[in-house]
């Protein structure tokens, strides 16, 4: 049973470009948060997509948007990229319910140089 | 704004001390979840509290949960290398609310 997969693992951007993170949810799971954790921080909500619509949002600018597929994965975009989102993006899978255990994929290392 | 904070920050202890990391809140929540993170790793779930006064063992690690529901305590016991990591607090509100976390460092 395969757990949260993301990618890719690791990623280097240049100040201004775009950039799509890829996540594949834990067989089962039908919702999917994104979470930007800078280094030895917790992680900072993104936003959280059930049946392919945004359901909630944390304080993030509209540059950071996403997508969930028919198939559960989801998608990070990132536009004009910012060297402060250099960061690890993570991606968390549950059943949906508020409180429900969230798996976690390893994330994915951005460097926006 | 629900805010979470957690102490200590940083913590460097010897095999064999015991410790305590707290996390507090002046918010109430319906449960509070401990995740542990090692590097190059995401979070992974070691417990979840839900009812004031609530105590989780799991193995020489004994979760609590305050009689308010507003902060929660994780002691280890004989602390060993393994136990090295992130350790993070999140409450269950109308959004999960993270700690920053205590990174901990169990020398052999």
């Known amino acids: 049973d395969a757990g949260v997969t993301q990618s890719p693992t690791h990623l280097i951007k240049t100040r201004g470009q775009q950039v799509t993170l890829r996540c594949s949810p834990k067989?089962?799971?039908?919702?999917v948060s994104w979470y930007q954790q800078a280094l030895g921080q917790g992680p900072q909500f993104i936003f959280q997509?059930?049946?392919?619509?945004?359901?909630q949002r944390g304080n993030f600018p509209d540059r950071f948007s996403g997508h969930q597929f028919p198939n559960y994965s989801s998608e990070l975009n990132v536009n004009a990229l910012l060297l402060g989102d250099s960061a690890l993006y993570l991606c968390?899978?549950?059943?949906?319910?508020?409180?429900?255990?969230?798996?976690f994929g390893n994330g994915t290392r951005l460097t926006v140089t | 704004t629900q805010l979470l904070e957690q102490s200590p920050q940083f913590l460097s202890i010897q095999e064999g001390e015991n410790l305590t990391v707290y996390c507090n809140s002046s918010?109430?929540?319906?449960?509070l979840q401990w995740y542990r993170q090692e590097p190059g790793e995401g979070p992974v779930l070691l417990v979840t509290?839900?009812?004031g006064g609530e105590v989780k063992k799991l193995k020489r690690l004994t979760f609590q949960f305050g009689d308010a529901r507003k902060d929660s305590s994780l002691h280890i016991t004989a602390a060993q290398p393994g136990d090295t990591g992130l350790y993070l607090c999140?409450?269950?509100?109308?959004?999960?609310?993270w700690g920053a976390g205590t990174k901990l460092i169990i020398k052999p």
């Open positions: 999140a409450g269950v509100g109308y959004q999960l609310i």
């Open positions: 918010s109430v929540f319906s449960s």
């Open positions: 509290v839900v009812t």
């Open positions: 067989s089962g799971h039908d919702t």
């Open positions: 997509y059930y049946e392919e619509e945004e359901r």
């Open positions: 968390a899978s549950s059943l949906g319910g508020q409180g429900d255990p969230l798996h």
